[in-house]
């Protein structure tokens, strides 16, 4: 070996072992409980974290590891999901009730340990039972490993903005009513940026969040939607969006005036000052693509301020200039920004596919049996509401995990034979015979062999309706190949496929009735969901579970359960 090769191979190893040292881990205690809280005139108790709503934003590196204890002091069950951590090797502390753990019951704790590895950028944290969400979320920041930078200037300040979606109610009785009719939820009453309504709304004004902002600087904006039930539209007043970055994944800088994020996603943004000083609304308002279907139409606001804006004369008006958000169902500006994603290089695109699935993704009808009563019966013609992906409704376990029964192959909690194409070929898009809106309601999961290369074509369909649904895989990134309307033609679409720099995400626009193609390798084993993000049709069954077996090698290999995992 050369004098330089040797050099070369130990300053790698310094470098590594330098990133070993800088790597911290944050100890963090998360108190789930019951708390008073004040919106829209009226008080209404809802669980939260740390009494906080949103709660407590987590600020780490990328290496670090976090340690979180969660104690549950609340009368509902509940489990925190680290929504986009990839939890290599660690899917105990994925979250998702009754997939990766049994919930924290009331007076209980678990506390979860994973690392932050390759990731940058933002992600957030939620419940993960019931509806508990809509109050119990917050933002996961994770910057470059110390002494690295971002791939673009660092921005003089940064913020957060978490959309959220408020009820006058308590969200679990929300959920329950609907579940015992068999109708669709009650719509929200507000959307919330920071857990405020913004000055639209009544007894709302003297909270609106107000962003700070020095004229000229870049500030970098770190939006989430955390809202239970819809995508969003989010605007600033006359001002650009330099879009950086989604699902703590760079991306190729695009300038856009709008941003559209199903629940789940996020994205960095830089916003430069260079407006006359002034306050402008930053605002949110749904994008709702599901035709006659009741949604909340209502507009959160918060402010961006220049420090130096002129205070209104005696008399004068100080309401800030308001953006021009689209129309509710504008579905080709929802488009034009979804596929405006890139990577910022050549991506290492899974080719040679081992795996090929076709999985349609969409709503259903349930017939009620002979002799309910109506007030069970309350969808259309007298049914109930479900959703499915090929023609299977999925229903969670109630005795184990699916991760517990599979680590110790206890039988009779799921079976492996999900189906890798819909049963029954149709017009996906067009008019569905009657006769396929009732799905298969079952705990049926699909197994893969670690390493191998799977590719996913997302169908969205016309079964009761359309709409847009956003598709979120756990424990993986993948890359979005393409997507398009109606139904997907392999002799067609193929050769719309972006195999140099697709974008890497964690959560998919499914576009409303038409498709999207996904790929991943399967690399870290465990049991992992993937479910639409809009929690009432993960609640009628639009979902399915991948188990993923170990690797050969230790570090590919799942690793023990932790000794405080809570039973059902």
Sequence with gaps: MTMGRTLTRLLLLFSCLVSLANAKTHYHDFVVQETKVTRLCKTQTVMTVNGQL???TLEVNNGDSLVINVVNRAKDNVTIHWHGVRQITTAWADGPEFVTQCPIKPGGSYTYRFTISGQEGTLWWHAHSSWVRATVYGALVIRPKEGDSYPFPKPKRESVVVLGEWWNANPLDVIRQAMRTGG???TSDAFTINGQPGDLYNCSKKDTVIVPVDSGET????????ALNQQLFYKIANHQF???????????PFTTSVLMLGPGQTTDVLIKADQPPARYYIAGRAYASAQGVPFDNTTTTAILEYKTAPCPAKGGSSNPVMPSLPAYNDTATATTFSTSFRSPKKANVPTDIDVNM???AGLGLLQCPQGAPASTCQAPNRTRFTASMNNVSFVLPSNFSILQAHHLGVPGVFTTDFPANPPVTFDYTGNVP?????PIRSTKVYKLKYGEKVQIVLQGTNISTAENHPIHLHGYDFYILAEGFGNYNPATDTSK?????????????????????????ADNPGTWIMHCHLDVHIGWGLATVFIVDDGPE??????????????C
């Design 554 to 567: 230790l570090s590919q290999k799942l690793q023990k359960p932790p000794a405080d995992l809570p039973v």
């Design 358 to 360: 076709f999985i349609t």
């Design 242 to 252: 330099t879009v950086v970055g989604a699902d703590a994944s760079y991306v190729k």
């Design 219 to 226: 500030i970098l904006m770190r939006v989430i939607n955390a």
């Design 497 to 521: 496929f972006n195999l140099v720099d697709p974008p890497l995400r964690n959560t998919a626009s499914l576009p409303v009735g038409g498709w999207a193609v996904i790929r991943f390798v």
């Design 184 to 186: 669709g939820p009650n």
């Design 434 to 438: 009657r006769s396929l809106w009732q």
């Design 54 to 56: 949103p709660g407590p």
